[in-house]
Antibody, heavy 122, light 106 residues
Framework: EVQLLDSGGDLVQPGGSLRLSCEASGFTFTTYGMTWVRQAPGKGLEWVSSISGSGRYTYYADSVEGRFTISRDNSKNTLYLQMNSLRAEDTAVYFC???????????????WGQGTLVTVSS | AIRMTQSPSSLSASTGDRVTITCRASQDISNYLAWYQQKPGKVPRLLIHGASTLQSGVPSRFSGTGSGTDFTLTISWLQSEDFATYYCQQYYSYHSFGQGTKLEIK
C-alpha cells in the first residue's frame, strides 16, 4: 500500500526557514517523480515544486523560485522541501504527492500525503 | 506558465442530476489533463488522467473528455458523496491547477 507521510509544518516568523519532509513507502521511490502542492486556507491548490526520481531535475513555481529547494534522499525514501525567506503568503497546508507513471518527472498525482500546516506570522 | 480556467466557479445541483464542469488551458496541452475531487479537510483524490482515463476505483458515472485547450468533466448521476470541490490540472509543462469548482446541493 502506497503511503506518504508529511511532516515539519510549524509556526514561523516572516523571513524564517522551515524544512518539510515526506516519508514514502509501498512503491519503488527512486523511479517516481515527486511533487509539493500547497493550499492556502480556504483557497485552491497551487503547485509548488517537482523533482525527478533521481533528484537530478528540479522545477519550481515562480512564486517560490530562489527561496524554496526541493530534494530527495532515495536511500531513506524521503522527499524534502527547504523553505527560506518565508512570507505571510506562504501560509498553507503543504502536500507531497507522487506522480502516476513510473519514470515521469511530472504527471497526474495519484497519491497524496495528509498535508502539513505551515503558518508564517509574527 | 500555462493558465487553467475552470467554469463555473460554483454549481448547485440535486442528486440524480447530470453536471458538467469545463476547464480551458491557455495553450495546447494535448491530453495532459487530470481531474481531482476534494472534500473539506480531506486530501485531493485523482479521478481522471490523460483527459479521459478513469483512475482505478473511481465510479463510472465520472467521465472526462477533451484535447488541446478545452476539457470537460461530467458526472452523469449525482450521488450525495459527489458534492465536493473539483480541480483540473495540466501536466504538459510542469503543473498548474484550475481555481476549482464547488459543487453544492441545491
Amino acid at each position: 500500500e502506497v503511503q506518504l507521510l508529511d511532516s515539519g509544518g510549524d509556526l514561523v516568523q516572516p523571513g524564517g526557514s522551515l524544512r518539510l519532509s515526506c516519508e514514502a513507502s509501498g512503491f519503488t521511490f527512486t523511479t517516481y517523480g515527486m511533487t509539493w502542492v500547497r493550499q492556502a486556507p480556504g483557497k485552491g491548490l497551487e503547485w509548488v515544486s517537482s523533482i525527478s526520481g533521481s533528484g537530478r531535475y528540479t522545477y519550481y513555481a515562480d512564486s517560490v523560485e530562489g527561496r524554496f529547494t526541493i530534494s530527495r534522499d532515495n536511500s531513506k525514501n524521503t522527499l524534502y522541501l527547504q523553505m527560506n525567506s518565508l512570507r505571510a503568503e506562504d501560509t498553507a497546508v503543504y502536500f507531497c504527492a507522487k506522480v502516476n507513471r513510473d519514470g515521469y518527472n511530472y504527471d497526474a498525482l495519484d497519491y497524496w500525503g495528509q498535508g502539513t500546516l505551515v503558518t508564517v506570522s509574527s | 506558465a500555462i493558465r487553467m480556467t475552470q467554469s463555473p466557479s460554483s454549481l448547485s445541483a440535486s442528486t440524480g442530476d447530470r453536471v458538467t464542469i469545463t476547464c480551458r488551458a491557455s495553450q495546447d496541452i494535448s491530453n495532459y489533463l487530470a481531474w481531482y475531487q476534494q472534500k473539506p479537510g480531506k486530501v485531493p483524490r485523482l479521478l481522471i488522467h490523460g483527459a479521459s482515463t478513469l483512475q482505478s476505483g473511481v465510479p463510472s458515472r465520472f467521465s472526462g473528455t477533451g484535447s488541446g485547450t478545452d476539457f470537460t468533466l461530467t458526472i452523469s448521476w449525482l450521488q450525495s458523496e459527489d458534492f465536493a470541490t473539483y480541480y483540473c490540472q495540466q501536466y504538459y509543462s510542469y503543473h498548474s491547477f484550475g481555481q476549482g469548482t464547488k459543487l453544492e446541493i441545491k
